[in-house]
């Protein structure tokens, strides 16, 4: 048989599963099939394993990220929506949570509050408080977005 590579002879033992070429050191399995031989590059089979361990990684990845999400999610609701309960009437059961709208919400209320009543000190200090807190959420909603999408596109290929 010769170097699929470099085209020179290789020698292979009956016994063995792997060969190195002699002349450019390329790297073959051999499958010995009832008296045929056969070879295949050694890193064709190696991208198929780092590809397809790539793939289970990052089904695995989506799972935990989808779990920080729902975790989030919960923060939201707990250190946010709760607190505004008291000012808004917000059915967190049925609004969709994100950070996204959470922030924009909070800062469009800040700025009517501070607007319309500049006296009302104990709400606009309340919304400051929880857009501060917001944005952090935000800012790790995103990271867990840029996060998902990289390990979708591996899953889907």
């Not at 070429?21 to 590059?41: R, W």
């Amino acid at each position: 048989m010769t170097c699929r590579n470099c085209g020179g002879k290789l020698s292979i033992d009956k016994e063995s599963d792997q060969v190195i070429c002699q002349y450019c050191g390329m790297e073959f399995l051999i499958t010995h099939n009832d008296g045929a031989i056969s070879i295949k590059v050694l890193s064709q089979g190696l991208e198929k394993i780092g590809v397809s361990t790539d793939k289970t990684a990052s089904e695995l990845a989506l799972k935990r990220l989808k779990g920080e999400k729902e975790l989030l999610q919960k923060t939201i609701e707990d250190t946010i929506v709760k607190p505004l309960g008291k000012y808004y009437d917000i059915n967190y059961k049925t609004y969709t949570l994100d950070a996204d709208r959470t922030f924009c919400f909070l800062k469009d209320e800040l700025q009517m509050e501070i607007d319309a009543f500049p006296k009302s000190k104990e709400k606009i200090s309340l919304l400051t408080k929880l857009l501060g807190i917001s944005a952090r959420l935000l800012e790790k909603w995103n990271e867990i977005n840029k996060e998902e999408e990289k390990h979708r596109r591996i899953v889907q290929g």
